[in-house]
Every structure is written in structure tokens, then in C-alpha cells.
């Protein structure tokens, strides 16, 4: 069975420094795998998604993410965190049954500060 | 607006009642979920329609019951409340085509909370 791991639960970064939320996934096949954000009260939208084709994903926002298949990783970056980057980030692969069954992470809650 | 909507945005209720949550999407997708988020905001899928075919169905007390009228429609029932209902419910839709597509994207909804008193 597929499954993600974020590794931190919490991560506080300074305003115009860069940001790192990192994932590990476990699948016995080649994943589709996705970033969402969750800012308060909202619902999930998605960042990025990695489907096979480029490692190298540009998501919304100025964030990417790289598909490391020999780390089994999808770590989220962004090279200058805004204020507005606050908010909880989900890793997400894509199960393989064929009806598109997401499962998530845990969630990594980001903090900003000025 | 382009959307997944979804009422209300907050119910509170008491136990063993039976409640209600809509959702609508005029995105033109084909398929439609609820997910639940417990208060670890840990988020779990419940159910998922296709074109009004339920087509997964996770380990849900049977007093969650989906309904789809249409394509573009998935309400939620939910019997006999219990505190453990408290979470926040999602509704997503997704294009998803062909019999294996793993990688549409879902669209949220603003979620409904559920407080179970």
C-alpha cells in the first residue's frame, strides 16, 4: 500500500528565507504525488503535482518540489518564504486502485515570522 | 465563482441527532468525495462517486450515508450522532477519466465543521 511521511510537523522560517518541507512516500510501483496547502479556515488547494514526467516540479506560488526515486522523497521547497506561505502543507500520493484515492500526510504546519 | 461549495460551514448539534451536509461543484467534473480531517488535522477519505456510481467506499459507519442526485451534487447524511463525528468535512471533486487516472488533482471545498455536543 502507498503512504507518505512528513518528516516535521512543525516548521518556522524567517520572512525571505527559504523554506523546506520534506516528505518520504512508499509505493511499490511509480507514484503520482502531490503538495496541497490548507491556510486557516480554508480548503486544500493544490501547490504541485509530479506524475512521471519531469523530477524537476514548478508548483503556484514559487514553490517546486523534486521526485527523488532512489530517496523515495518529494521534498517541498521554496527559495524566499512570504508571510503569507503560512499554513499547513500536505504531501499526497495518489493510491494505486485507479479511482484517484488520495492519501495524505500528516501535515506540516509552517510559520512565518517578520 | 468556479467552485466546490459546501453548507454549512459550521454545524453543532447534539448526539443522536441525524444532519445534513451539501455539496455542489460547477466545475463539470465527474467525480465527487467527502473527506473527513480530525482535530490532528489528519485528512482521510470517506466516500467517492463517479458520475453518481459510488465507487469507493472506505471503513464508514453505515450512519454515514452519501447521496448523489446528480453529477454535480454529493450530500452527506449522517444518523445517530456521535461525539467522534466532530471533525471537519471536505468535499472535493475531480476530472477523472478512464478506469485508472491517478493523477487529477482534487478540488476542495471550504470544509464544514462538525461539533457534536
Known amino acids: 500500500a502507498q503512504s507518505v511521511t512528513q518528516l516535521d510537523s512543525h516548521v518556522s522560517v524567517s520572512e525571505g528565507t527559504p523554506v523546506l518541507l520534506r516528505c518520504n512516500y512508499s509505493s511499490s510501483y511509480s507514484p503520482s504525488l502531490f503538495w496541497y496547502v490548507q491556510h486557516p479556515n480554508k480548503g486544500l488547494q493544490l501547490l504541485l503535482k509530479y506524475t512521471s514526467a519531469a523530477t524537476l516540479v514548478k508548483g503556484i506560488n514559487g514553490f517546486e518540489a523534486e521526485f527523488k526515486k532512489s530517496e523515495t522523497s518529494f521534498h517541498l521547497t521554496k527559495p524566499s518564504a512570504h508571510m503569507s506561505d503560512a499554513a499547513e502543507y500536505f504531501c499526497v500520493v495518489s493510491d494505486s486502485d485507479g479511482y484517484n484515492k488520495l492519501i495524505f500526510g500528516a501535515g506540516t504546519r509552517l510559520a512565518v515570522h517578520p | 465563482d468556479t467552485a466546490v461549495s459546501q453548507t454549512p460551514k459550521y454545524l453543532v448539534t447534539q448526539m443522536g441527532n441525524d444532519k445534513s451536509i451539501k455539496c455542489e461543484q460547477n466545475l463539470g467534473h465527474d467525480t465527487m468525495y467527502w473527506y473527513k480531517q480530525d482535530s490532528k488535522k489528519f485528512l482521510k477519505i470517506m466516500f467517492s462517486?463517479?458520475?453518481?456510481?459510488?465507487?469507493i467506499n472506505e471503513t464508514v459507519p453505515n450512519r454515514f450515508s452519501p447521496k448523489s442526485p446528480d453529477k454535480a451534487h454529493l450530500n452527506l447524511h449522517i444518523n445517530s450522532l456521535e461525539l467522534g463525528d466532530s471533525a471537519v468535512y471536505f468535499c472535493?471533486?475531480?476530472?477523472?477519466?478512464?478506469?485508472?487516472?491517478?493523477?487529477?488533482?482534487?478540488?476542495f471545498g471550504n470544509g464544514t465543521r462538525l461539533t457534536v455536543t
Open positions: 462517486y463517479n458520475n453518481k456510481e459510488l465507487i
Open positions: 472535493a471533486s475531480s476530472q477523472v477519466t478512464g478506469t485508472a487516472n491517478y493523477n487529477s488533482p482534487l478540488h
